[in-house]
């Protein structure tokens, strides 16, 4: 019989009972039903996300075919008009002759007749006057070609945008509205808070969502 090294027999000894603890747990795990994987604490609010993404999807394109839109009514329709709130701002202004005529005037008006324009020099109404038609003048060319493009179909999806871009709000509010456990699901509000304050360009991020990072 071959001499028989104390060393090995202790070491096959040892290998033969991790293996025989190894077949006997693996019969046991293989015997035992197999437990579902437990669900991630922040599910819901990756559920919520995935939906919220897929609303934004369906609000691009709608604002991408209201644009096309809104360029080919435009195109169509020709040059625009001066807007009434620009004229507003860009505003003629009384001439300098005129202004000092009328606070000539105002020094011997009484208060109760103020808020009348009777007491006004002739050329200064006649300014006015001129002012007042013109302003209708842009205010009436305006609401023409606003009417042509509504005709050209320009706002046709507008109503099927803005249902959509309140349906991707409302799941940003939900999301916020959700309690949150983990680190992953504290960025899927980040994500949704960024998404609904506006697209962030070139990784800028406003003053607010640094704070909320």
């Not at 202790?10 to 994987?37: M, R």
């Not at 209708?136 to 023409?144: F, L, M, P």
């Not at 992953?184 to 704070?211: F, N, Q, S, W």
Request: charged share 30%; aromatic share 8%.
């Amino acid at each position: 019989m071959p001499a028989i090294n104390r060393r090995r027999l202790l070491n096959l000894t040892g290998a033969g009972l991790a293996l025989a603890v190894t077949s006997t747990i693996a019969g046991k795990a293989s015997a035992a039903p197999i437990a579902a994987p437990a669900e991630h604490p922040d599910a819901e609010l990756f559920r919520l996300e995935q939906e919220m993404e897929q609303a934004y999807a369906r609000m691009k394109r709608l604002e991408r075919a209201s644009s096309r839109a809104d360029r080919k009514a435009r195109k169509a329709a020709g040059p625009e008009p001066i807007r009434p709130h620009e004229w507003e701002k860009r505003g003629p202004k009384m001439p300098e002759h005129l202004s000092e005529m009328r606070q000539t005037a105002l020094k011997s008006v009484l208060f109760v007749n103020f808020l009348s324009t009777d007491w006004e020099p002739a050329p200064v109404r006649a300014w006015r006057d001129a002012a007042e038609k013109e302003r209708g003048r842009v205010r009436a060319a305006w609401d023409e070609y606003h009417a042509k493009l509504k005709e050209l179909g320009y706002d046709a999806n507008e109503d099927a945008f803005n249902a959509c871009c309140s349906e991707h709000d409302e799941f940003a509010k939900r999301i916020c509205s959700i309690p949150v456990h983990t680190f992953e699901g504290m960025a899927v509000k980040l994500r949704a808070h960024v998404r609904t304050g506006g697209e962030i360009e070139k990784e800028e991020m406003y003053l607010d969502d640094y704070a909320f990072a």
